[in-house]
């Protein structure tokens, strides 16, 4: 099932903070996150696992609530290559097909 | 390191016409995965590879899609036929395992007239 995400969009100036959210109504063992720019590849930033494990990026933070099956994803103080669509994909237990949710576009004005 | 190679990176063809994709993963990867992205959506996976072997093609439309992973290494994706529906870029990714993060390829546009 597909996860959904909130904001569909947000417009930052530069340095702001943004949240992006993801939820599940399934029970969720893994949480990834990805940024693509129009027209290119989606490029990795975050695994967050059941348990607490976290793989990710240095600049960019997230969370997963596994209660409540959602995750959030943190950019802080936004700069102009932070622009994209951010898609968090989801895995279940016993599952190994990542479902994307439908994106949130990210817009980062100077 | 070299990423995962796509080719071609743009296919126009007709309805009803035959279209093959190909997939160079990243070395070592053992894990592949076929993505389908319609404009304005996040990818939909259509099958994923362990090695050689498929781990999921559930939502692969067996009908008209195939794919193959020869020797556990290079990929292909074929459309026979095509339909208008199948508009989209299709999107190569591979990983270590399935555990562990995706990296993608810069995809294959897809026109269908």
């Known amino acids: 099932q597909q996860p959904v995400q909130s904001p569909q969009a947000v417009i930052l100036r530069e340095g702001e903070d943004a949240v992006i959210n993801c939820s599940s109504s399934k029970a969720l063992y893994s949480v990834h996150w990805y940024r693509q720019k129009h027209g290119e590849a989606p490029v990795f930033l975050m695994i967050?696992?059941?348990?607490?494990e976290q793989k990710g990026h240095e600049k960019i933070s997230a969370s997963f609530n596994e209660k409540k099956q959602q995750s959030s994803l943190y950019l802080t103080a936004s700069q102009l290559s932070y622009s994209g669509t951010y898609f968090c994909?989801?895995?279940?237990?016993?599952?190994?097909?990542?479902?994307f949710g439908k994106g949130t576009k990210l817009s980062v004005i100077p | 390191e070299a990423g995962v190679a796509q080719s071609p990176r743009y296919k126009i063809i007709e309805k009803r016409q035959s279209v093959a994709f190909w997939c160079n993963p990243i070395?070592?990867?053992?894990?592949l995965y076929w993505y389908q992205q319609i404009l304005g959506q996040g990818p939909k996976l259509l099958i994923q590879f362990q090695n050689n072997g498929v781990v999921d093609d559930s939502q692969l439309p067996k009908d008209r899609f195939s794919a193959e992973r020869l020797k556990g290494v290079d990929s292909t994706l074929k459309i026979q036929p095509a339909k208008l529906e199948d508009s989209a870029v299709y999107l190569c990714?591979?990983?270590?395992?399935?555990?562990?993060?995706?990296?993608f390829g810069d995809g294959t546009r897809l026109s269908i007239l």
């Open positions: 994909g989801t895995t279940g237990a016993g599952s190994y097909q990542l479902t």
């Open positions: 967050l696992l059941k348990g607490g």
């Open positions: 990714a591979s990983s270590l395992d399935s555990e562990q993060p995706q990296h």
């Open positions: 070395s070592g990867h053992a894990t």
